[in-house]
């Protein structure tokens, strides 16, 4: 399967809204629609394997500084390939190209982001968020998401294939000692 990175424009936007749909069952995606999509195509970036959309993700900004991954999908067919992460990787360089300071997401799986590079955060650490989606929406303070950002400076790279090396510095981590070699126990008389 060869896969290609393209930005998306308007003619993607039923692709792309077909994604979306197929995997809101799952819970982890906000409903978007159509008329959303087409007028956000623009920002979307495309996975496209035998000129099929099979992926995609947008860049979204929250503010001056700061722009979020929204809509991060991959077909079910397609997934196992790193095209999630080639996704992410490629709107990074995008978006610090844009002059953003720094990349945020919110998802119920931020194993897949951390694995980039980027961090747990508290919710409140993405005010932008917040104010623009979190507020209105229904499950606001029980959705089970968790916030991540990435910082992003002119050159960032992500290295989807080398996650230990980002998440660990490129350093090995030695294991745990015992704390139990060092308990001594002593009769206390009574």
């Not at 956000?40 to 860049?59: I, K, Q, T, W």
């Not at 196992?80 to 990787?89: E, S």
């Not at 508290?122 to 968790?146: A, N, T």
């Not at 050159?155 to 001594?184: K, S, W």
Request: aromatic share 6%; with cysteine.
């Amino acid at each position: 399967m060869n896969v290609t990175f393209r930005p998306a424009n308007a003619l993607d936007a039923v692709a792309i809204h077909g994604l979306i749909v197929a995997n809101l069952d799952a819970g982890h995606l906000l409903p978007r629609t159509l008329g959303d999509v087409t007028a956000s195509a623009a920002r979307f970036l495309v996975a496209e394997s035998d000129g099929v959309v099979v992926g995609c993700a947008e860049l979204a900004r929250l503010s001056a500084g700061v722009a979020e991954v929204r809509s991060l999908v991959v077909d079910q067919h397609a997934r196992g390939r790193h095209i999630g992460p080639q996704l992410v990787a490629q709107l990074a360089s995008s978006g610090a190209g844009q002059g953003f300071s720094t990349l945020c997401a919110f998802t119920h799986e931020p194993s897949h982001f951390v694995r980039l590079g980027f961090t747990i955060v508290p919710h409140m650490w993405v005010p932008e968020k917040i104010e623009r989606d979190c507020r209105s929406c229904s499950l606001f303070r029980k959705c089970g998401q968790y916030a991540v950002t990435l910082p992003l400076r002119s050159g960032t790279l992500i290295r989807p294939e080398q996650p230990a090396a980002v998440i660990y510095g490129g350093r090995t981590v030695p294991g745990r000692r015992l704390n139990i070699e060092r308990l001594h126990l002593e009769e206390v008389p009574a």
